[in-house]
C-alpha cells in the first residue's frame, strides 16, 4: 500500500528530526534516493540511464561514451532526469561542451562520464576524456534549479508505465538506426586509404544509403537492419578484414520499468498452479518466466534458482497431464533445462523436490524415446542429456543416483545404435557415437557408489571398449584395402605398401583376436592373400588360410560363409602344389644334380652367415638377373627385408623359356632357405 509506506515513513522521519530515543527508531536511518532516472543524451535523441530511479544517495557511478561522428571535434552533454527512452521526453537539467577533440573515426575516442549526487541532492556530472585527461563538467542543485513536487514525479512516472511498450520499440528502432549510420562511416573512412573501383562503388552504395536514411527518418527497425547486413556483406567484399559488430543492443526498458517484484510473479505462479489445469499451468508458466527475467537483471541467483525450480515443476505436470505424445519428450527436455540450472543454488530441502521431479521427468523421457526414429531419436537425446552434463559435480546422493540412470540409458540407446551401425560396416559412424559417449561413460565412473552401479558401468564399459576394438579392427582392414586397391605386383612400391598393409592388419588381429572371430578371420584372410599375391610367400599364405579353415571349423558358426570357403578353397589348391612338389619328376632331379656345386655353397652359406649376411652373399653371389633395377633391400627390421627378399627369388616370377628350368630350379631352392630363415624371425 503505497500512501500507508509513505505515511509510516514520514512518522519515523518525523520522531528521528524531533530527536525521539524510542528503541525502534533510536538506529533507524531513513536513506534518501533520486526520484527519477538521471541520465545523458546520447545519439538518436535517445536518453541513456547512469543512475537509475531509486538509486539510494550519496552516490556516485561512470560510464563511457563515445564519438559519434568521424572526425568528430566536439561533443555536448545533455543531462537528463525523467523515465522515458526520448531525450524530448525528459526534462533536461543542464549540458556543457568539451572543444578540441583529436579527429579520429567515430567510436575510437572516449569520455568516462561521471555523475556524484551527494547527501543534499546536489549533482555533479564530471566528464574525463580518456586519452588527454582533460576534464569538463557541471553541477546542477536541484534547490536551485527548480526541484519537482511528489505529484509530478508520481505523473511523470506513471505516464512512462503506460508507455514503456511503445518507448521500448522506438529505442530498439533508433538502435538500429544510429548501427546502419555506424557501418556507413566506417566505409567512408576506410574507404580514404583504398582507391579502388570496388572501393568507389561501394561509396555511392553507403551514399544512397545516407540519403535514404535522411528521406525516411521513421522507417521500421527491419528495414534499417536489412540495409546493414548488405552493406556489411559488400564491404566484406571490398576491404580485407573489414569488421564490425552489429549493435547488439536491445531495450531493457520494460524491465527497468516494471515494479512488480519476483516474489509477486512466483506467488501469482503457485496460485495458479492449484487448480490442476493445463491452461493455468501455462498462465502459471508465463508468471514463473516473468519472475526468472527479473531475478536474472538484478542478479538474484537464489530467486533465479528458485523459478527455475518451479518453471521445471510445471513442465513436469505438462507431460502429466498432456495428451499430445510429441510435446511430452519437449517438456522433458526443458524441465531437465531448469532443472540442472537450479539444483545448485537450492537449498538442501528444495534439492530432494527436485530430484524427485526429475526421477519421474527422466523415466518418462526414456520411456518415450524407445519407439522414435533413430534420426528423430538421438538429436532428442542430445538435447535432454546436454543439461545434465553441464551440472557441476555436487555432494547429493539422490542427485546422483538419478544422474547415474540418465547416463546408463544414454550409453545403452548409443551401445544398440553402434551395433547397428557396425552390423553393417559403418565403422566411421560407430567411433563418432563411442567418442559422444567418453564424458558420460567418465561422469557415471566418477559417481557410481553402490556395488550394483559399479558393476552397471564396468559392464557397460567393456562393450563400448568391444565396439571400438570392432569398430577399429574394420577401419584398419579398410585402411590396407585402400592402400593395395588397384596395385600391381610389378609397381616399384607394391611391396612396401604391401608391409604397411601387413601392419594395419596386425593390429586389426591383436584388436579383436578375443572378442570378434568374424573381423579377426576376415584380417586373417586378406594377410593371407598378400602374402599369396604380392609378397609371393607361399608357406606363410597357407599359414594363415590353414587356420581360418580350423578355426572356423572348431566354432561350427561360420561354415556357410562365403570367406570360409575362399579360404578353404585356397588353402587345398597350396597343399596340392606341395604334395606334387614332395614327389619330383625325373627332369627336376637331373637339374638338381647339375646345381651341385651351386647347392653346396648355397648351403655352407645358409649355414654359417647370420641374416644380412646372407642376403649380400645371395647378390653377390647368384643375383636376381630375372629382375629388373633390383637393390639390396635395406629397411628398419630383417622381417621386411626377409620378405622382400622372397619376392626376388620366387620361381613363379621365373620365365623358364628365357633362363632356363635350371636357374628356376636354383631359385626355388634359394627361396625355400630364404623362407626357412623367415619362419625363424
Known sequence: NPDEAVACGAAIQAAILNGDQHKNVKDMLLMDVNPLSLGCDVEGELTSIVLERNTPIPVMKSRVYTTTHNNQSAIRFTITEGERTKTKDNKILGSFVMQNIPASPRGEEKFDLSYEVDANGILKVTATHQTSKRKQGIIIDSRSSGKMSEAEINDLVSKA??????????????????????????????????????????????????????????????????????????????????????????????????????????????????????????????????????????????KMAEASKEIGHVHRSLIEKSENEKEKPRHCIRAARRFATAIDQSPQKGRLAITKDMHYVADTFFSLIQNMKDEEKFPTLKSFMRPLKNVKSIDNKPWNEMLFKCYSKEIELYLTKIDMCLGKEKFA????????????????????????????????????????????????????????????????????????????????????????????????????????????NKEKAKSCFEEIVNLTLSTEKYAENEWFNEAKFNFE??????????????????????????????????????????????FSTFPPR???????????????????????????KVDADVYGQKYQ????????????????M
Not at 597343399?575 to 648355397?602: C, F, M, V, W
Not at 630350379?665 to 625363424?680: H, P, Q, T, Y
Request: hydrophobic residues 35%.
Open 161 to 302: 508505465e503506460k508507455m514503456k511498450l511503445l518507448d521500448q520499440r522506438e529505442e530498439n528502432r533508433i538502435y538500429s538506426k544510429c548501427t546502419l549510420i555506424a557501418i556507413c562511416d566506417k566505409i567512408k573512412f576506410d574507404a580514404q586509404s583504398n582507391d579502388t573501383e570496388e572501393a568507389n562503388r561501394l561509396l555511392i552504395l553507403v551514399e544512397d544509403c545516407l540519403t535514404w536514411i535522411h528521406l525516411h527518418p521513421n522507417a521500421e527497425e527491419s528495414h534499417f537492419i536489412s540495409k546493414h547486413d548488405n552493406l556489411l556483406k559488400e564491404a566484406g567484399s571490398v576491404f580485407t578484414n573489414f569488421e564490425q559488430d552489429k549493435d547488439s543492443r536491445r531495450s531493457s526498458h520494460v524491465l527497468r520499468m516494471n515494479k512488480i517484484t519476483v516474489k509477486y510473479y512466483l506467488e501469482d505462479g503457485r496460485a495458479c498452479m492449484t487448480s490442476g489445469k493445463i491452461k493455468d499451468d501455462l498462465k502459471a508458466l508465463e508468471s514463473f518466466r516473468k519472475a526468472y527475467n527479473i531475478a536474472c537483471e538484478k542478479g538474484k541467483l537464489d
Open 429 to 536: 559412424a560407430a567411433l563418432i557415437y563411442l567418442k559422444d559417449l567418453t564424458f558420460s561413460s567418465d561422469q557415471a565412473s566418477f559417481i557410481a557408489e553402490s556395488n550394483t552401479e559399479k558393476q552397471k558401468i564396468s559392464e557397460l564399459i567393456f562393450q563400448m571398449q568391444a565396439c571400438s576394438n570392432h569398430a577399429n579392427g574394420l577401419r584398419l582392414i579398410n585402411l590396407s584395402e585402400n592402400l593395395l586397391d588397384g596395385i600391381l605386383e610389378k609397381q616399384v612400391d607394391a611391396v612396401d605398401r604391401a608391409l604397411f598393409a601387413l601392419d594395419h592388419l596386425n593390429e586389426a588381429k591383436n584388436l579383436t583376436r578375443e572378442l570378434n572371430t568374424p573381423i579377426f578371420i576376415k584380417a586373417k584372410l586378406f594377410e593371407g592373400k598378400i602374402f599369396l599375391d604380392l609378397i609371393l
Open 573 to 618: 589348391q597350396l597343399q596340392h602344389q606341395e604334395d606334387k612338389a614332395a614327389n619330383p619328376d625325373i627332369s627336376r632331379e637331373t637339374l638338381l644334380n647339375e646345381l651341385g656345386d651351386e647347392l653346396k655353397k648355397l648351403n655352407k652359406a645358409s649355414e654359417t652367415l647370420n641374416n644380412i649376411q646372407f642376403i649380400s652373399f645371395l
Open 626 to 652: 630375372h629382375r629388373e633395377n633390383y637393390k639390396i633391400p635395406k629397411s628398419n627390421t630383417e622381417k621386411k627385408d626377409y620378405i622382400r627378399l622372397s619376392t626376388f627369388y620366387h620361381p613363379d
Open 665 to 680: 630350379v636354383l631359385c626355388e631352392e634359394i627361396s625355400k632357405r630364404i623362407n626357412a630363415r623367415f619362419a625363424k
